[in-house]
Each structure stands twice: as C-alpha cells, then as structure tokens.
C-alpha cells in the first residue's frame, strides 16, 4: 500500500495542510485523482508520496489516466499559499476546472500541429525590430509601446521563438472580452496549437481545452485571462501579460493573487521569458522596472505610418450647456461628427464608464433617492427593464411611479448611463445601426460573440464601457466620444488618477492606428485637469512624475505595500467599535501604519455595516503576520488594486 498527500479541490476544505490518503499503485506527483472528502467525491491532486501514518486513512476513489501536473505549477501553487493567504481547497481549485465526465476523459489526445505561417503579417518596423532585438538580451521586460504601436506582432514573434526552441507560451489578456480579437490573431498563425480558455466558456468547453493542454505533447499557445496563467503547459517558454497595467488582473476573491506577481514567480522557476506589455504602465511596475534595472523597452511609433495630423482631439466644456443644443448628453460637435461618419460608412465609439439607464432615481419634491435597502447605495435604473437594480448585491425592484416618501408623482432620471447613450443615439439617428457592450449583456450579446460583425463594420455606432477601452484595432472607426471623462477622477481613492489617465490614453488609441484619420471629442466638467492633458498629449513620463511625488508625499504604493481589513457588522456603532479595537492592537504590536477605523466606501452591505483599516508596511511580511492572527470574523485583501 502507497500513502499520498493530496490536495483536495474543495471550496469547503479550509485547511492549509494537505489530506492523506492509500492506493494500491504507485504514483507520480502531480497526478490527478478523485477522492472522498466529507460524504462528497471530489478531484485532488497528488502533491508527494509520505509514510504510513498513525490514523487510519481512506483509499483514493480513482487515480484518472491522465499526465501529471507539471511540477513548476506545483511549485507555484505552494508559493502562492504563503504569498496570498487562503484556504488549500481553494488554491487547488486554479489548478484543476472541475470534475470530468467519463466522455471528456475518453477524448483522444490533441493531433499533430501544422508548423507556423507568419508569411501573411506585416513586415517588422524598425521599431518593432529594433525592441525585438532587446528583447533577446534579457528574460523579464517591461514592454512600454504606444497604442497602435504593434505590441501584438511582438508577442507573435516571442511565441514562435519560444516553439522554435520546443516550448509553449502563455498570453494573458485583462478581459474575456479581448480573447476574440488575441486569439484570431494567434490563430492566423499557429493554426489549432492556440487553445483559448476562459471562465465565460461552458464548463464542458473550458475542461475540454485544459484537458487539450495537458495532454499536448507538443507546444501550444493559451490564450486567456489572469486564471489562464495556471493552465498545465510543459516547458513552459514565455509568459505576456498583454494592457498590463489593468486591475482585472487582480484576483478579488480568495486567493487574491496579482497576475503579474504570480507570473513573476513562475517565470524564472521554469526559464521561461516575461512580458509586461502596456501603453500606460502602472506607477508601481515602472518605478520598480526602474529601481531593479529590468529593461523598459519602448514602442514609440505606430505600427502602421499615419501623419500627426490624422488624430485630431476636441475638449467640449459640459459647463457650457450651448455646447449640448440638440441633446443633453452628446454635444452639438459630437452629433456633427457621428452625422459625418455615418455619410461616409464609418464607424463611432461612444464610450462611458456607467452602465444602465439613469444611475441616480430622486423625487423632484422631498428629494427621495431611491436606494437599496441591504447596502444604502443608490439604485441604476434600467430602462430596458424597467426596473432599478443594486450593481453590489443584485437587489431588484420595480420602477416607482411615485414618491415612497412624499407621494409625488415626479420622478426625476439623472446621471445617464450607457443604455440612456443607447436610447439618445437611436433618437438622433434611427437609420443607424447600433450596439451597447457593457457587463450587463446577456451571454449571447458580449463582445466576444459580435467582434468579428464590429470589426466588419456592420454596427455603425458602438456604446460601451472601459470593455471597448482596451486592446481593440477597429478599421474602420473613425470617430472617438467620451461622453463623460470625469467618472473616475471623482473616486475618492489613490489610483483614480492613474486609472482616469489609463483609460482616457487606452481609450484614445482606438482612433487613427492607420486605417483611417479620427476625431475624438471628450466631454468634460474639468477641461483644465492635468490628468486629461497629460491623456491627451500622451504625455506618461509627466503623469508618472507628478503621481510618483504624490505617492511618496502620502505613503501609497510603490512605497509601502497596504493591507484592507474590513468587518461588517449589524450596526455602524458595533462596526466602528470593532475597527477601533483592532486598530489599538495592530498599532501595539507590529510594524504597520494604521489608516482609520473608518465607514468603507461601500458603507452598507446586504443589510450589514461596513467599517475598514488600511494598514501600510514597509516589509509585506509584517501584513503576513497581520493577516494570521486576525480576528474571527474580519476578511481581509492584501495587495488590493484600490481602497473602495
């Protein structure tokens, strides 16, 4: 009889130490098995043989006929128990989708690849050619290339230097989203050996392309998000985090990984390349690039030659309401521009951070807000739906059709959103052909399921989130509309800088990449606002300087890490009182700078009150230690990508 430590994929095994278990074989490490664990049968995964121990034990259920886990994933798993506090059943839940049907198990291995075809791209740049070139000199770089620049033609050309050496490629992308446009564009290329993988998949889709990439005896390219990145390819070779910068890589639930940070692990444990490749590089990343001597590679010209004169940006002053004389939400010049674009067969982008209808539902007489009754924020109306919805716990209700305080039959819709644009934009131009893409869309609507109708041109007028923002080349968009550039510098949080600056420069770059002249026009209440210069004259290295000072002046990151503690109570007053405590604790007995107590941001939640610490540390493991003897009933996120 064999004895194995295994680690169960369980979300209600909160330990953190292994469970032991007998089979009557002998097994590798690495292997996948399925156990019983508390009356259920679930998946495991065999992390090391040990001895007979003192306690009876119980047999595996099954060891399944499929190669082990490569052992640098392992690895990285064990690290990430330390570096991100969590439970070990759900750290083994990265490293295995889910259990397998007997059909899924039977499928034949993935067939021989065809060899590579770059003979259809473009050829390099002396931009392109001159960073690629770089590139050869180093393992880990910070990839900074404009929008537009061709960062993508790069990483195609890492990834077939990585095959050509016999080794595979991981291309981490923000959003499930963008994996549309990432993946046809590897496709073109390396043919069947791109598998894309993704939680919007359906379970049997997503367990059918991990199970293709484990079995791959020849290198492969995955294609996904920030949990792609635990996908079990051998000989691991490269690893892009393509729009780098972006705080979906954070992983907001247990374990709260950062996916460049656990890509910086794995990266040297199995010799394979990193990439961080971005137009507006995060303060953190580029002060630390700097301050390590890790290359900054640059892209400093457009892929495709376009004259200076192709980019044209408008600022339209929403104090000035004579500039809105034939809507209240789209300015007379935006109007002209979409008129303009739609004579000539083009495209425009109307892009606003807010999703529904009306974010904010008042009575005109007492001033009534309508908001939910389990977290206190206000409600958004949808209008598709008639009905207000709460975007933090999901609460639903009805539209009212009067006051609930005072009885008045006025209600007032304020603070549009992007279905409130949707509904603007088919009043002024109903011959037009248009689209809304945002998270409120039904699976069959997402970006994903229409890109390749987009990028054909057959919608005329796209209306969407931070979700169209990012990584997309559109041929024939011609005109860019920021219908509000205000929304996220009105955050009270440290990165709403960085981030208004981000999504206004990312935003920007959908225009004139060298198909066609465009025009952008940004409605603003703050024309004057550094951030939207520095946007607009894409100007990184004078945003990154005033926002490295400010950072250092206040202690935020990348000069301290911060720890959230946040504890939800029945009332503010018990909250608060807990808060209190345990700042006085943390204070007493270790090396932190304690921030508050304080009401979070979301101060009511699911009908419970919210108060939060911020806790900053020079050494990040002076926060490990926090996070070990925190109190029952206070949840925690280390390395949070925000203090909301």
Not at 363 to 369: F, T, V, Y
Not at 380 to 387: A, S
């Amino acid at each position: 009889m064999f004895y194995y430590f295994v680690w169960v994929r369980s979300h209600k095994y909160h330990g953190s130490e292994p469970l032991t278990y007998s089979h009557d074989r002998q097994l590798a490490t690495g292997s996948i098995v399925r156990v019983e664990m508390r009356g259920e049968i679930v998946m495991g995964i065999i992390s090391g043989p040990t001895t007979q121990p003192r306690f009876k034990t119980k047999p595996l259920t099954a060891a399944l006929d499929l190669p082990a886990l490569p052992l640098h994933l392992l690895k990285t798993a064990q690290w990430l128990l330390a570096y991100y506090p969590a439970p070990l059943g759900i750290v083994s839940q990265q490293l295995v989708p889910g259990n397998f049907s007997e059909r899924q198990l039977a499928l034949p291995a993935p067939a021989e690849y065809p060899d590579p075809d770059l003979s259809k791209l473009p050829p390099l740049t002396t931009d392109q050619s001159r960073a690629l070139e770089e590139m050869q000199r180093t393992n880990t770089y910070l990839l900074h290339g404009q929008t537009g620049s061709g960062k993508t033609r790069l990483y195609i050309e890492l990834a077939q230097a990585a095959l050509a050496r016999g080794r595979s490629s991981i291309i981490l992308t923000p959003e499930i989203s963008l994996t549309a446009q990432l993946t046809a564009s590897f496709t073109a290329v390396f043919g069947q050996r791109v598998i894309t993988i993704h939680s919007g998949q359906a379970p049997a889709e997503r367990q059918k392309a991990w199970l293709d990439a484990l079995r791959a005896t020849q290198p492969v390219i995955i294609i996904g998000p920030r949990s792609a990145l635990f996908t079990p390819v051998r000989s691991l070779g490269l690893i892009v985090l393509d729009e780098a910068h972006e705080a979906a890589y954070k992983q907001e639930q247990a374990p709260q990984y950062h996916a460049g940070r656990v890509a910086s692990y794995l990266a040297p444990l199995s010799h394979a390349s990193l990439v961080l490749g971005t137009a507006t590089p995060s303060v953190s990343d580029y002060f630390l690039a700097s301050e390590r001597s890790k290359p900054i590679i640059r892209l400093d010209h457009p892929a495709i030659a376009v004259a200076e004169t192709d980019r044209r940006v408008q600022l339209v002053d929403m104090r000035d309401r004579d500039n809105f004389d034939r809507s209240r939400l789209l300015s007379t010049a935006l109007i002209k521009a979409i008129e303009l674009a739609l004579s000539r067969g083009e495209q425009t982008l109307l892009y606003l951070n807010r999703r529904g209808t009306a974010r904010i539902v008042l009575c005109e007489s007492c001033g009534w807000q309508a908001t939910c009754p389990h977290c206190d924020l206000p409600l958004t109306y949808h209008g598709d739906r008639h009905e207000l919805r709460c975007h933090s716990c999901d609460y639903h209700s009805h539209t009212p059709t009067s006051c609930r305080d005072c009885g008045h039959t006025e209600i007032i819709y304020k603070t549009a959103g992007t279905k409130a644009i949707v509904d603007e934009v088919t009043r002024l131009f109903p011959g037009a052909s248009v689209a809304r893409f945002d998270t409120d869309n039904a699976k069959a609507d997402r970006f994903e399921q229409h890109y390749t109708a987009v990028k054909n041109g057959e919608v005329d007028i796209l209306v969407g989130t931070q979700l169209l923002a990012k990584g997309l080349d559109l041929p024939k968009l011609a005109v860019l509309g920021v219908v509000l550039a205000d929304t996220s510098l009105s955050l009270p949080d440290f990165t709403s800088p960085e981030r208004t600056y981000q999504l206004l420069t990312q935003v920007l770059g959908r225009i004139s990449r060298g198909h066609r002249a465009g025009l952008a026009i940004i409605q603003t209440y703050n024309p004057d606002h550094p951030v939207l210069a520095d946007a607009v004259a894409d100007n990184y290295a004078a945003f990154y300087a005033r926002e490295l000072a400010e950072r250092q002046q206040f202690l935020f990151p990348p000069f301290c890490h911060l720890l959230k503690l946040s504890c939800r109570r029945a009332s503010t007053k018990a909250a608060e009182s807990a808060a209190q405590k345990l700042a006085d604790s943390l204070r007493g007995n270790y090396r932190v700078r304690v921030e508050g107590p304080a009401p979070s941001f979301y101060e009511k939640l699911q009908g419970k009150y919210q108060w939060q610490l911020i806790v900053k540390a020079t050494e990040r493991s002076e926060l490990l230690r926090v996070i070990a003897h925190l109190p029952a009933n206070w949840s925690y996120d280390i390395d949070p990508a925000d203090l909301l």
